[in-house]
DNA sequence: TATGGTTGTCTATATCAATAGACATTTAAA
DNA sequence: TTTAAATGTCTATTGATATAGACAACCATA
């Protein structure tokens, strides 16, 4: 395990720390070989701090469903692992990361009408105030909660395109319906920060996790803006990979 | 300021939360029109807190020179900042970035030879074993740390390029002199996590701060891999921004 | 079946984190 | 000069965090 050291009195606490740590190696791999996590004693000596500390840790890894103690022979690895979004012209949630996972999902989780505000107005080219059609989505990859988006559309183009999203399951099919077969995307940043209460229940996230956040500006060919996206990923199960 | 609740006994003390909300808060501009950051009642009120805990966070904030506590008037906001890093085919430190700065510098931290592993070997297209050069820099701007990089360079064509850069004081010059008048970068792939205890040194971050990583790999115009380099960032002071 | 290695549970103690309240000190404005 | 509003400092108390040690319970295997 790299960089064994950790801080003390930093307002995280001990135990927090060293479960992050571990949640790491377990996803870098570090503990391939025997699928298990070391020893309670041997952690508690490498990271030098008592056992108990590394069993606060480890509880808490276990309330994520990353591991699982059993008395007597040791703490398995029960889940480990980090998707790949591609981040190209053609980023779609589903396409790119379906030979990783068995299954994808786009949840509904709300939909809303709102007026677009200055920053909205500028990156979809329309005027301020203009209406808009706002729709909260989850990702999911095999029923685990990968990505919380939020979605704009202008409405006078795409009114009703939260109830052809519903009936569809997806917002390239909804698209279609609306005349438009097809869409780029043109300017993506990424930032990261910790996750909010609404990270921590819709992805399902410890508190102190990681959100790898994006915003996103999709156009149709003729270059006109159809829809800009903010998505919150949960930072310990994605990577992005751009390819120029 | 967004989502006010903090969440309690998750092993992230109360006031580093609330700081890092402050932080955050800060950098997207929520208190630009005084210049200050709300006094401590209100802020007591707001996160639902002792006014001592808000104190705690504050201090947390003045120590890392992001606000400045006058007695008497409120608490000064210091700085702010988070540098938008374009990420494209033509991917360089300062480039980019130089509207936004006074001055930026790359730094020196080390060097050295190594074997390259397999996993280096397949990103450089050379043999598992093959010499490498290994550079270990850091980016900072205006005299901050931004980022801290390590590069591989094939050893067989850029033997001697740790000693080109200390001269040059930058990759793209030292790459000319080896007779690469120009590369570009092929696949990014980006990650992020927690500080660990190299970032907190190198990059100046207080415990629990999170990195965003880049892995990139550049070749020269003929398609042939000249550098591949791993880059650690200082989340809450950089932006990333793709150009398709 | 006996043993070594592992996780599970208990008690006790010290320190850090957070709350609560009171009052001092400084600044800006009435 | 007075007053209101803000930060600074102090004491006291409670709960969470971390250490320390001992022993029980369980598993694989020699």
Redo the contacts between chains.
Sequence with gaps: M??Q???RQ????L???I???IR?SINHGDFDESGMVPPETTLALQFGVNRHTIR?ALA?LAQEGIVRAVQGRGTLIERKE?L?FP???RTRFSQGIGDQVRETRSVLLGTGEEAASAELARHLRIKTGAPLVRLETLGQADHRPVSRATSWFPADRFGGIAETYRAMGSITKAFREFGVPDY???????????A???D?ADLQL???A?V?ITQALNTDLDNVPVQYSISRFA??R???????
């Design positions: 790299a960089g050291k950790i801080q930093t307002g995280v606490a135990w927090r720390q479960a992050d740590r790491t606060s808490a980090r790949s981040i190209s012209k780029v995307r043109m300017v993506t940043e990424i930032t990261a920060t910790h909010d209460e609404n921590l410890s508190p102190g990681i790898l930072a310990d994605v990577r992005f990979t751009i390819e120029n």
